[in-house]
């Protein structure tokens, strides 16, 4: 490491996992409004490889450096700044250098308080998961108490995120997984009910779980395999909120026509500052009772990951994978 620079993974051109390169890079200086952050863990979400491989709807300029969350303490604040000191424990919600490195700067919005009782590597699993399931439950769903939600894929990042955010609310759960591993975490993190996402009777289990009422809310992670199956497992006035797809899916309307049904999709960066604001404060409350609690499955170092990068997209996701500078 030279003297005066920090490490950061960069990618210098859009493509596979192996074009991410470690390098060294000049520190980062707060200007008015941003904070420089030390980062101790970094996030790997979906949307990382996403980003570095050209298919998601943000298109960096290149080279750039990967990754929108993570967590660590204030080093440096620009002119404005009052929220945030030198030496605060804070976690991420995006940032404008990207936190696949030591340091990550931040405009003041872009973070936020990191309670005692969080580790630097959960705080890291809370921006893009926690941020994502929040906004899709209670922004874009409006899911209420008493309601029941279908959370496919609930032992990734955002699928626990949800299913955690979804019990405290007071909804009736139902997760999915793939693996019998996956599909015990799921329960350990409080889903009511525990389906194989893969089992050919899943639909009908649901009917016969919802006394044929059928589910008010569906978070969905693929919806290209999914969706055509989602809309007749809904309840009238039933939605499903998108948040994860891989390609195309053809569906018929008349599974939604019949019940009023809504699809909605939803980006985490169409999140307004207020709306960010709204999310982590809600976030940083459920941390400090114990509501919300992050499920870290490793840590690997900065130096790995296009190990992390191949990881994250592989099936059978168990909790969040995190950077270590």
Not at 306 to 311: F, I, K, L
Request: proline share 5%; glycine share 12%; charged share 20%.
């Amino acid at each position: 490491m030279v003297s005066g620079d920090y490490e950061s993974h960069s990618c210098t051109r859009i493509w596979g996992p192996e074009k991410l390169v470690l390098d060294d890079v000049p520190d980062l200086r707060p200007g008015s409004g941003e904070v420089v952050i030390e980062i101790h863990a970094a996030g790997v979400n979906p949307a990382d490889t996403y980003t570095r491989s050209g298919t998601y709807a943000i298109k960096p300029n290149l080279p750039y450096t990967p990754g929108f969350d993570g967590a660590g303490v204030v080093q440096n604040t620009g002119d404005g700044v009052t929220r945030f000191r030198k030496g605060d424990r804070v976690y991420i919600a995006r940032s404008s250098s990207g936190t696949y490195a030591e340091q990550a700067l931040c405009s003041e919005s872009q973070v936020f308080r990191l309670p005692e009782n969080v580790t630097f590597a959960q705080g890291a699993a809370l921006g893009v998961a926690y941020g994502t399931a929040y906004r899709a439950l209670f922004q874009i769903a409006n899911a209420l108490p008493a309601e029941g939600v279908l959370v496919h894929g609930a032992s990734g990042g955002v699928g626990i995120a949800a299913v955690q955010l979804a019990r405290a609310a007071g909804m009736t759960v139902i997760g999915t997984g793939g693996t019998e591993e996956g599909r015990k975490l799921v329960r350990e993190q409080g889903a009511h009910h525990v389906l194989d996402h893969t089992a050919a009777d899943m639909p009908e289990l649901v009917a016969k779980l919802t006394s044929r009422h059928g589910v008010d809310v569906i978070i969905e992670m693929l919806a290209n395999k999914n969706l055509g199956k989602d809309l007749p497992m809904l309840a009238r006035f039933g939605r499903v909120v998108v948040v994860g797809s891989r390609g195309t899916v053809a569906i018929n309307p008349r599974d939604a026509m019949g019940r009023d049904a809504k699809i909605l999709g939803m980006v985490l960066f169409n999140t307004t500052e207020q709306e960010l604001a709204s999310i982590h404060a809600a976030l940083i409350a459920a941390l400090e009772n114990g509501t919300v609690k992050p499920v870290v499955r490793q840590e690997l170092p900065l130096a790995e990951a296009r190990r992390a990068q191949e990881m994250v997209m592989e099936s059978g996701a168990y909790g969040k994978i995190v950077l270590v500078p």
